[in-house]
């Protein structure tokens, strides 16, 4: 090879002394990310995702989607809703947010996230289209809004036969809506996001409801009744079908199994798959297993305009296979640990409750941080009474809360016998373990990471689980 041949952009290299390998590009791509508006900060206008999808030829309408919102569970449905459809050998696109370890897996086709030499190629096969749109708003495209346009752009070049995606925040005028999806999903709306979303449950469903479109299928949680309200409303105002959880659908049994639970479900076209485990833990996964069954037998038009079911042995089989990283997933054991990206007290209650259902600790600790822009005491509450002791920490983000503020809300519910602090994420584990192992009897110990996604992830890399 002539030593001016062009060096190739997927040189492997080191992330680390002795760390994994990655591709040559990945890390500057991220780092040319990292300059936009992040996450968190917003502008509610859908003007300039439009703009980036104009001067890509639209590429977000050449297949069919099934688009999920909701404040919990929407990354486990979506995950779900993807199994099922590959069981049914239909290529998937999925797109959802934040990711646990690495950006990558925020686009996967066909249930694995696209390699880094995939992400790199997208993002640089539209990287001139970014910069005219760039130059012709206001405001920038945004971290967020960049990766949607490359979701949809990688879908469109696999090509998909179905686009599952997760709104990022909202709905409305969250950069993904620039769909118009066959199928919505709403899973269970709490408050989160107040500060942008709204103070009551109706308020955030009125921005989480403008994903169901006209003519569409709305596949609707149990939900509180200001919210269920604003999303009939909506409906009505599209022209939409609803189908809600307890009425066209729903769980009809559950026990709890050895790796999960044993559910009995009832589709929208009146059959019922019993005998489907699903190696999830707690009553919440469950229900989202619920929402995932009727948003493909939407998708296929059982229950439209027929009775029917989708085959049984494949249920039970892409069920079987579903996985979700970071929820109440346990990484460790002797002791047992788990991470769960629990960020807000709704999402703090369910984990609980499934803690108590399916481990029946006798002595847990915690190890939480959290995110600064949410409500913590809420989250600290929900979680005080199953966590004997918490180790207060804190993640690598410019988001987090400052350890020494999150210790002070801390010891005001657990009281200061039960706190401890320790500033970095892998010192905080180390004490939690030894706090742990203080019982003796290891087999009825455990350790719980928690508090937001980013500390799930960063302790997932921690502790060597891929």
């Known amino acids: 090879m002539s030593s001016s041949a062009e060096p190739n952009p997927y040189t492997m290299r080191p992330t680390s002394a002795d760390g994994p390998e990655e591709p040559f590009g990945l890390a500057e791509v991220e780092a040319e990310l990292a300059k936009r508006w992040p996450e968190n900060k917003l502008e509610p206008s859908l003007d300039r995702i439009r703009a980036l999808m104009d001067i890509l030829g639209e590429p977000q309408r050449s297949y069919p989607s099934i688009h999920i919102t909701g404040t919990n569970g929407k990354t486990s449905t979506a995950r779900m809703v993807e199994q099922l459809l590959n069981t049914f050998e239909l290529r998937t696109g999925r797109y959802t947010s934040p990711h646990v370890e690495s950006v990558t897996e925020r686009i996967s086709l066909d249930g694995r996230p696209i390699t880094p030499e995939k992400f790199v190629e997208t993002y640089r096969d539209i990287e001139p289209y970014i910069r005219m749109v760039d130059e012709q708003q206001p405001i920038a495209l945004s971290f967020f809004e960049v990766l949607t346009g490359m979701a949809y752009a990688a879908f469109a070049d696999a090509p998909v036969d179905v686009a599952v995606v997760e709104v990022g925040m909202g709905g409305s005028w969250d950069a993904t809506n620039v769909i118009d999806a066959d199928v919505a999903v709403i899973t269970p709306i709490s408050l989160d996001h107040t500060d942008k979303l709204g103070d ?180 600290l509450e929900a979680f005080e009474p199953v966590l004997d002791e918490v180790v207060v920490t804190q993640n690598s983000t410019h988001r987090a809360m400052p350890v020494d503020q999150l210790a002070a809300q801390a010891v005001e519910v657990f009281g200061e016998d039960r706190v401890q602090v320790e500033p970095r994420l892998d010192d905080a584990i180390d004490a939690a373990v030894t706090l742990a192992e203080e019982e003796g009897d290891l087999a009825g110990v455990g350790v719980l990471v928690t508090g937001s996604v980013i500390t799930a992830g960063e302790a997932r890399l921690l502790l060597g689980r891929k």
Request: proline share 4%.
């Open 200 to 379: 009551t449950p109706g308020e955030i469903a009125v921005e989480k409801s403008g994903v169901i479109k006209a003519g569409a299928l709305a596949v609707v949680a149990q939900q509180p009744l200001d919210a269920a309200q604003t999303i009939l409303a909506r409906s009505v105002e599209v022209g939409a079908t609803v189908a809600r959880e307890g009425m066209e659908f729903g769980v009809l049994s559950r026990e709890v199994a050895v790796g999960g639970q044993l559910l009995t479900l009832r589709g929208l076209g009146a059959a019922e798959y019993p005998d489907v485990f699903v190696p999830l833990h707690g009553e919440h996964q469950a229900h989202n297993a619920s929402l995932a069954l009727a948003a493909v037998e939407a998708f296929f038009g059982v229950g439209a305009a027929r009775e029917g079911s989708l085959d049984l042995d494949k249920v039970r089989a892409a069920f079987a296979g579903v996985s979700s990283p970071g929820r109440l997933e346990v990484v460790r054991r002797s002791p047992t640990i788990l991470l769960d990206a629990a960020h807000n007290p709704a999402g703090a209650r369910v984990t609980a409750a499934a803690l108590t259902e399916a481990f029946g600790f006798t002595k847990l600790v915690g190890v939480i941080a959290t995110s600064g822009d949410k409500d913590v005491t809420g989250l």
